[in-house]
């Protein structure tokens, strides 16, 4: 299967530059799995789409401001890291810019003083492995000196930090916001609650294997990074409740999608898990777990778009990506959402 199957022209204008305000105003396109029918919708009206004794599954992982600017030690020059994963206490897997000049050795400072970096070795992405050194609580200094990791389609700054983190975030830990969740409201989840909907909440860190890019010409050819994740035995105890009662898993997300696939069993059941997941999930993949999926409207050839086409079908969804962009719909991480059921 080639990866340019999945590629689709999209005008830079639908590229979203700012979330939905109030974020359940965003534009919700409902696919229908079996028939292909499309149907539209505003976002805070999921609740009508979602029934008692079904469980929605959301990602509760926190974005970190894990982009840094610093300057090397003893040259001066400007480093950029983006913190990817702590392998080990103060120790990180970094994204590094301008990657050729940051040599293992290389010392970093940050602020004034206020975090220095040592790279200790290089990943297999073309990443470094570095350690810290600083005075306090290292989240208090990142909190301090980062930046919210903004992906690059989105060139405008943010007003508020919040704007790239759900409502839910709970665990500190991703590299990027399972933007499925943004559009959600508390109201909208209390209202859910409300009508008899069950709310799990696992946790994925958002890295590396999220976004990617392929760079292989054939799918199979393309190898996923680990992210960690924990699915709790509450959890566990209430989507296999649903199972066994009849009722629908809708995922809010691809890192959900992949961390229930990850720990579910043939007959769709799951258990109570934590570790690293590289599952890759594209045409030809049967689904365990989920029912229904949340998700937003991804990049050409990405991996997040492999994953849709596989819930879905190949030509149900890249239809349906053609008509929201024949009818002005909002790409990307602070785009509109699709609910596929």
């Known amino acids: 299967m080639k990866v340019s199957d999945f590629d689709y022209d999209l005008p830079e204008e639908l590229i979203a530059q700012q979330p939905a305000e109030p974020r359940d105003e965003s534009q919700l396109m409902v ?196 992210e960690y994740y924990e699915v709790t035995d509450k959890a566990a105890d209430t989507i296999n409740q649903t199972k066994e009662s009849g009722g629908r898993i809708i995922a809010v997300g691809t890192t959900v999608t992949r961390t229930l696939e990850t720990v579910g069993n043939k007959e769709g059941y799951v258990e109570a898990d934590k570790g690293w997941t590289d599952i890759f999930i594209y045409p030809g993949y049967e689904f365990k777990v989920i029912d229904g999926l949340l998700t937003n409207f991804h990049l050409p050839e990405s991996t997040l778009i492999m994953m849709v086409t596989a819930f879905a079908g190949y030509d149900k969804v890249m239809a349906a990506y053609q008509e929201a962009i024949d009818k002005e719909y909002r790409f990307y991480s602070f785009g509109d959402a699709m609910l596929i059921i």
Do not use: C, S
């Not at 400072?109 to 200790?120: M, P, S």
């Open 31 to 226: 696919l229908d799995r079996k028939t292909g029918e499309i149907k539209e919708r505003i976002f805070k009206k999921i609740i009508d789409l979602i029934e008692p004794g079904d469980t929605l599954v959301l990602n509760n992982t926190e974005v970190i401001p894990a982009r840094l600017y610093g300057k090397k030690e003893k040259t001066g020059g400007k480093v950029e890291f983006l913190l990817l994963t702590e392998t080990e206490l103060d120790t990180w897997e970094v994204l590094v810019r301008p990657g050729r000049k940051v040599k293992i050795g290389t010392r970093v400072v940050f602020g004034d003083n206020d975090l220095i970096a040592e790279v200790k070795d290089r990943t297999d992405f073309g990443g470094r492995v570095v350690e810290f050194e600083y005075k306090g609580v290292f989240a208090e200094v990142l909190d301090k000196l980062g930046e919210m990791p903004l992906p690059p389609y989105i060139t405008k700054e943010l007003e508020e930090r919040n704007q790239y983190q759900t409502v839910y975030a709970q665990k500190k830990g991703a590299a990027a916001a399972p933007t499925a969740g943004l559009h959600f409201t508390e109201e909208v989840l209390e209202q859910l609650e409300e009508k008899g909907v069950n709310i799990a909440a696992i946790t994925l860190h958002v890295g590396l294997g999220t976004f990617r890019p392929v760079r292989a010409d054939e799918v199979e050819e393309h190898d996923m990074h680990a």
